[in-house]
T-cell receptor, first 115, second 110 residues
């Protein structure tokens, strides 16, 4: 597709379960970002991938959060042993490669609800 | 870290009115983007505007990088303009993560 694709669009799960969220960036974009938006708040950076470089994990809130990007394209954000405070909308964005100042384009997000 | 402040936090407009939204940032930035988040939660790019002025239909934006602020102008507002407007900046070249303001929640009433 033409835009950033995220799945699932909604996820409801019980506290303590693990969840996986998927992001498929725009074709040709080498930079990929994960953000989180809690209810009524702005977006908070989680993790950033640029090409084959080691990811910038400085925004991850705890060691229960991890992400990988396979083949330089699709990314998966994993949250282990979910807690109620993990409930939020998780947004993925992508942009053109390093050295080219280009805007970030966002997917529609995954709305995660922890019961 | 860099601070991004948006004002006003909330704004109610009568359809057809004009408005100006402001974004102040505390440090020199490499990039600045304005987004509109619609009531369905979709985040839509409005402007990529690290400096200068751009216009797109009823919307325009101006960034004065030396004075560390950006303005988003909405003219002849429509109910479909309702939602939250976010300003976001990044500090370094090469597409680093954006730092978002808390947004301006706009409600346009008929």
């Amino acid at each position: 597709g033409a835009g950033v694709s995220q799945s699932p669009s909604n996820k409801v799960t019980e506290k303590g379960k693990d969840v996986e969220l998927r992001c498929d960036p725009i074709s040709g974009h080498t930079a990929l970002y994960w953000y989180r938006q809690s209810l009524g708040q702005g977006l908070e950076f989680l993790i950033y991938f640029q090409g084959n470089s080691a990811p910038d994990k400085s925004g991850l809130p705890s060691d229960r959060f991890s992400a990988e990007r396979t083949g330089g394209s699709v990314s998966t954000l994993t949250i282990q042993r979910t807690q109620q405070e993990d409930s939020a909308v998780y947004l993925c964005a992508s942009s053109m490669g390093q050295g080219s100042n280009q805007p970030q384009h966002f997917g529609d997000g995954t709305r995660l609800s922890i019961l | 870290g860099i601070q991004v402040e948006q004002s006003p936090p909330d704004l109610i407009l009568q359809e057809g009115a004009n408005s100006t939204l402001r974004c102040n940032f505390s440090d020199s930035v490499n990039n600045l983007q304005w987004f509109h988040q619609n009531p369905w939660g979709q985040l839509i790019n409005l402007f990529y505007i690290p400096s200068g002025t751009k216009q797109n239909g009823r919307l325009s934006a101006t960034t004065v990088a030396t004075e560390r602020y950006s303005l988003l102008y909405i003219s002849s507002s429509q109910t479909t303009d309702s939602g939250v407007y976010f300003c976001a900046v990044d500090l370094y070249s090469g597409n680093t993560p954006l730092v978002f303001g808390k947004g301006t929640r706009l409600s346009v009433i008929a």
